[in-house]
């Protein structure tokens, strides 16, 4: 079933896609190609509307293999996503209601192509940089477009982070490989994640990384229970200190007990 899409040029040349306020894509037109970033649950035709903003060949870039940033892959021939997502993306595709809705569409998932970190992506005039970042599934990355200094983080980094799923690496693992990342923060004015509606401070960056180092260090008496469709587990609510740009009031790391 078709849901409203929302498009709107956040910098020349960039798009933010907004389906249903459900999930975020991507849209970055170089000189001589153009990327999309992440292709949310396709309920609307995204290859259409990208032809109705570019006529530059288009590559597909998913930053990680959950569905609400890789159902959409079925209205393009390929994608690109961190092998370290396939038995994740795979178990999400072979699903039999997916699997239906796409015979009753006529559509298929396309196959996947491997891209990795360290990998670069020429648009030409524009380039987007990948950097791995596990923790909130196994093969996430993220992606860096240099020249205007956005960083790309899918869900891996935002203010709503969600890591009570399977699959999620323990926090311990995920704090170790952001601080492997941190540097982005002075590569980057602004982020554009997963769910987004406008443009982030990079400063949600540390913001972040500071919530989780302080459920690493046990500092989780206040933590709340967070009710979700698959169960209950917790909420670490996190703030920036007096220095920090990001002035967001509530934002949160879901997670589970044992999975610290």
């Given at each position: 079933?078709d849901?409203?899409l929302?498009v709107?040029?956040?910098?020349?040349?960039?798009?933010?896609?907004?389906?249903?306020?459900?999930?975020?894509g991507?849209l970055v037109?170089g000189?001589?190609?153009?990327?999309?970033i992440?292709?949310?649950?396709g309920?609307?035709?995204l290859?259409?509307?990208?032809?109705?903003?570019t006529?530059?060949?288009?590559?597909?870039v998913?930053?990680?293999?959950h569905?609400?940033h890789?159902f959409?892959n079925v209205?393009f021939q390929?994608?690109?996503?961190?092998?370290?997502?396939?038995a994740?993306?795979?178990g999400?595709?072979?699903?039999p209601?997916?699997?239906?809705?796409?015979?009753e569409?006529?559509?298929?998932?396309?196959?996947f192509r491997?891209?990795?970190?360290?990998?670069?992506?020429?648009?030409?005039?524009?380039?987007?940089e990948?950097?791995g970042l596990?923790g909130?599934t196994?093969?996430g990355?993220?992606?860096?477009?240099r020249e205007?200094?956005?960083?790309?983080?899918?869900?891996s980094?935002?203010?709503?982070?969600?890591?009570?799923?399977?699959?999620?690496?323990?926090?311990?693992?995920?704090?170790?490989?952001?601080?492997?990342?941190?540097?982005?923060?002075?590569?980057?004015?602004?982020?554009?994640?997963?769910?987004?509606?406008?443009?982030?401070?990079?400063?949600?960056?540390?913001?972040?990384?500071?919530?989780?180092?302080?459920?690493c260090?046990?500092?989780?008496?206040?933590?709340?229970?967070?009710r979700w469709?698959?169960?209950?587990?917790?909420?670490?609510?996190?703030?920036c200190d007096?220095?920090?740009?990001?002035?967001q009031?509530?934002?949160?790391?879901?997670?589970?007990?044992?999975?610290v």
């Amino acid at each position: 079933m078709d849901k409203a899409l929302y498009v709107r040029e956040v910098r020349p040349g960039i798009y933010l896609m907004d389906e249903a306020h459900e999930a975020t894509g991507y849209l970055v037109i170089g000189r001589d190609r153009a990327c999309v970033i992440d292709t949310m649950n396709g309920y609307t035709d995204l290859g259409r509307t990208v032809k109705g903003l570019t006529d530059k060949p288009v590559v597909v870039v998913n930053t990680h293999g959950h569905p609400d940033h890789i159902f959409g892959n079925v209205y393009f021939q390929e994608a690109y996503m961190n092998p370290g997502d396939g038995a994740l993306a795979r178990g999400f595709i072979e699903d039999p209601a997916f699997q239906a809705a796409c015979r009753e569409r006529g559509l298929a998932m396309p196959p996947f192509r491997d891209i990795l970190p360290g990998d670069v992506i020429d648009l030409g005039g524009r380039t987007l940089e990948v950097y791995g970042l596990p923790g909130h599934t196994p093969g996430g990355i993220l992606l860096l477009l240099r020249e205007d200094r956005i960083l790309f983080t899918g869900d891996s980094v935002n203010h709503h982070l969600w890591m009570q799923l399977d699959g999620c690496l323990p926090l311990h693992a995920f704090l170790e490989a952001l601080d492997r990342v941190m540097f982005l923060q002075e590569e980057a004015d602004i982020i554009l994640h997963g769910h987004a509606r406008d443009v982030d401070d990079i400063s949600l960056m540390r913001c972040m990384r500071e919530g989780i180092a302080e459920i690493c260090a046990g500092k989780t008496q206040d933590d709340a229970p967070y009710r979700w469709f698959d169960g209950v587990d917790l909420q670490h609510a996190y703030r920036c200190d007096p220095d920090g740009r990001y002035q967001q009031s509530e934002h949160v790391i879901c997670y589970r007990a044992d999975n610290v």
